[in-house]
């Protein structure tokens, strides 16, 4: 395990509990001990991790990082798999992949769609694109992170592609969650007493929205008799105005009202929510 910061620490961790046998390296040395009490294996040095193991299972902040850890042990890598589970961009995850060939080094690019104390559990999530014999030969180990590994597709950056699509909809989400409490205290109300109600609306209203747009997206055509982007337009401009007067920032909400109020200016009012993705996707 290379990098044991909050993520590569609790990735160590999951494995020891598995009872693999693990070598640790971090450029901080301090942050292995821990591990070494539960029973990991310390390396010296990255050569010493890089020769320790066959599977390399890296977690750093950034590519920019790996890159500084693994090039001067470039000549020992031929033949290792390498398992990248740092955070980057497709274009990142590409440029990497091409770089273990380069070092005659096997590829997987992966994300974690967890927090650290998450990993390891059945319903834990997990992104892969690369090289699919690599992921089919070392499925079970690269399991004991996360129950729920998919094998995106030969692409290296897929995974990354299927990372922040999914991020988009938790920190859009969560922000607008955090609109509507402060929305709440605004009036004193605590933010505790929509979360009753939080499952409902997500369930019935939230996903099927999300289904249902997916759907016209691929289909790319956006009727609607339900619920138009001419409605919506007027009722973002009503929650931008209703957060002022309550006191509070619009600010997690303008973006919005401008993209819906742009596509009913260019003459699609009547569609449907979905049609937002025209806007979103001009270049
Ligand atoms: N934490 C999460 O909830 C979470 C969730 C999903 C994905 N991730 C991803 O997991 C990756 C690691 O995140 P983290 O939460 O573990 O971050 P972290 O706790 O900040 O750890 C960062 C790691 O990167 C190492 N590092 C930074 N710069 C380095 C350099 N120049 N050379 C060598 N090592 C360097 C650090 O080593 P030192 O200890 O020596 O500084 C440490 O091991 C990131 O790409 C992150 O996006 C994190």
Not at 22 to 27: C, I, K, L, Y
Not at 31 to 55: C, H
Not at 60 to 85: H, M
Not at 99 to 109: F, K, P, Q
Request: glycine share 10%; charged share 15%; aromatic share 6%.
């Amino acid at each position: 395990m290379i990098g044991l910061g909050m993520m590569g620490s609790a990735l160590a961790g999951a494995y020891l509990r598995a009872d693999h046998r693990t070598t640790v390296w971090n450029r901080s040395a301090g942050k292995a001990d821990a591990l070494v009490a539960q029973g990991a294996s310390r390396a010296d040095t990255i050569a010493d991790a890089v020769a320790a193991s066959d599977v390399l299972v890296a977690c750093v902040v950034d590519y920019r990082s790996l890159y500084e850890i693994l090039d001067p042990v470039r000549e020992s890598l031929a033949g290792k798999v390498i398992v990248n589970l740092t955070s980057g961009v497709p274009a990142d995850a590409r440029g990497a992949a091409q770089w273990a060939r380069s070092v005659g080094a096997h590829y997987l690019d992966g994300y974690l769609m967890t927090v650290p104390p998450a990993v390891g559990l059945p319903q834990t999530l997990l992104f892969y694109g690369g090289a699919k014999e690599v992921f089919d030969a070392h499925e079970s180990t690269l399991r004991v992170l996360g129950g729920n590994s998919v094998f995106l597709g030969e692409d290296p950056g897929t995974a990354s592609l299927y990372d922040l699509a999914l991020l988009g909809i938790l920190w859009s989400s969560l922000a607008g969650a955090l609109h509507g409490f402060a929305l709440l205290a605004s009036e004193g109300v605590p933010a505790a007493a929509l979360t009753p109600f939080v499952e409902s609306w997500i369930t019935h209203v939230v996903l099927p929205s999300i289904r249902g747009a997916a759907q016209q997206v691929d289909a790319g055509g956006y009727a609607t008799t339900v619920s138009t982007v001419g409605l919506n337009a007027a009722g973002l401009a009503t929650m931008v105005e209703a957060s002022r007067s309550q006191g509070i920032r619009p600010d997690v909400m303008v973006p919005i009202r401008d993209i819906l109020r742009e596509r009913a200016a260019d003459g699609h009012g009547d569609e449907a929510l979905a049609s937002m993705i025209e806007v979103i996707r001009t270049p």
